[in-house]
């Protein structure tokens, strides 16, 4: 049987990060504003959300957020038209694709940025976490709250 890892706000933060995204890209395809055969980045972010949502492996979070970051890296400074659909709110639909990737992909990143210093380092409580500080017990850490 497989060890499911404990959800932490931050790991909500980050799928939900990553769906916002996704829904920005296909909204910028639905009113015509980018001209792909196939949403790659769309499909993409939701399958990391989907990975996410397994809770398999503890570091998923951390590689999504980095996947993330890329995406948003490319569709900042490579992709075209980036400062151009957020400079013109009369275009309604490439200006909410846009402002919804951007935003989306900047939660992704923040949530898997904080889900990695809960997890990577025992020492530092985040509030609202599910995570605490090991409390009088032998081996150091953080365990999860049941």
């Known amino acids: ?30 009113t015509n504003n980018v001209n792909v055969p196939a949403p790659v980045g769309a499909i993409v972010m939701v399958a990391l959300a989907g990975v996410i949502a397994l809770r398999l492996w503890r570091w998923t979070t951390t590689v999504s957020g980095v996947i993330a970051f890329v995406i948003l890296f490319i569709g900042i400074f490579i ?26 992909l900047l939660t992704a990143v923040v949530g898997s940025v904080v889900a990695t210093i809960e997890r990577a380092n025992p020492q530092v409580e985040i509030p609202g976490s599910r995570y605490k500080r090991n409390q009088g017990k032998k081996s150091p850490g953080v365990y999860p709250v049941n």
């Open 1 to 30: 049987m497989l060890k499911r890892f404990n959800f932490s706000w931050a790991d909500w933060l980050t799928a939900l990060g990553l769906v916002v995204g996704s829904s920005g890209i296909l909204l910028q395809i639905v």
């Open 79 to 104: 992709a075209p038209g980036f400062f151009n659909r957020l400079g013109d709110p009369t275009r309604f639909g490439p200006f909410l694709g846009t402002l919804l990737q951007t935003l989306g």
